[in-house]
T-cell receptor
Framework: GQNIDQPTEMTATEGAIVQINCTYQ??????LFWYQQHAGEAPTFLSY????GLEEKGRFSSFLSRSKGYSYLLLKELQMKDSASYLC????????????FGRGTQLTVWP | GAVVSQHPSWVICKSGTSVKIECRSLDFQATTMFWYRQFPKQSLMLMAT?????????EQGVEKDKFLINHASLTLSTLTVTSAHPEDSSFYIC???????????FGPGTRLTVT
């Protein structure tokens, strides 16, 4: 099985920086994804880490430490539209590439 | 590119009936498609994985005979919820990926309500 843990809720103000953590325990680890999901909509891809280190893409960065089973998503210069649920997902296996999601972190950005 | 559609976007059906949900990859060939279910304020739960032309692989606890999956072509997979019950009411989301790529592309989801 797999245990994927992330905080349930976070709040921040516009212009701030927020870090959303994700820890996991799984067999057959083959990468970690971060997705953004607005209520009632499908998830949209944010980042993918398969090797240790930091991946930066605009206002979003994601970090992975495989030895610690730990990742974080860093959001800079927060905007109101960033209010959403952020899902950490672990990929298992290379053939089928199944994704297993955490419960999601509901981020609320205040003006 | 990499657009996945689902049909219908929402459906209401009576208890005991069956409902079919379609998932299509519009501009790429989806060698693998995935079906997820999401209950309110919860995360996505993987139900099954299907490869084109072969039987689906179901996750533990998901009833094969209740959730029938057909991946008949490289652009279409269907999920049929048979003998639906109110507890099957949920948001069903499919995703698709092509061979050699890690990223999955998600459809917009189908909200099923069973009365």
């Amino acid at each position: 099985g797999q245990n994927i843990d992330q905080p349930t809720e976070m709040t921040a103000t516009e212009g701030a920086i927020v870090q959303i953590n994700c820890t996991y325990q799984t067999s057959g680890f083959n990468g970690l994804f971060w997705y953004q999901q607005h209520a009632g909509e499908a998830p949209t891809f944010l980042s993918y880490n398969v090797l240790d280190g930091l991946e930066e893409k605009g206002r979003f960065s994601s970090f992975l430490s495989r030895s610690k089973g730990y990742s974080y998503l860093l959001l800079k210069e927060l905007q109101m539209k960033d209010s959403a649920s952020y899902l950490c997902a672990v990929k298992r296996g290379s053939t089928l590439g199944r994704l297993y999601f955490g419960r999601g972190t509901q981020l609320t950005v205040w003006p | 590119g990499a657009v996945v559609s689902q049909h219908p976007s929402w459906v209401i059906c009576k208890s005991g009936t069956s409902v079919k949900i379609e998932c299509r990859s519009l501009d790429f060939q989806a060698t693998t498609m995935f079906w997820y279910r999401q209950f309110p304020k919860q995360s996505l739960m993987l139900m099954a994985t299907s490869n084109e032309g072969s039987k689906a692989t179901y996750e533990q606890g998901v009833e094969k005979d209740k959730f029938l999956i057909n991946h008949a072509s490289l652009t279409l997979s269907t999920l049929t919820v048979t003998s639906a019950h109110p507890e099957d009411s949920s948001f069903y989301i499919c995703s698709a990926r092509t061979a050699g790529e890690s990223e999955q592309y998600f459809g917009p989801g189908t909200r099923l309500t069973v009365t």
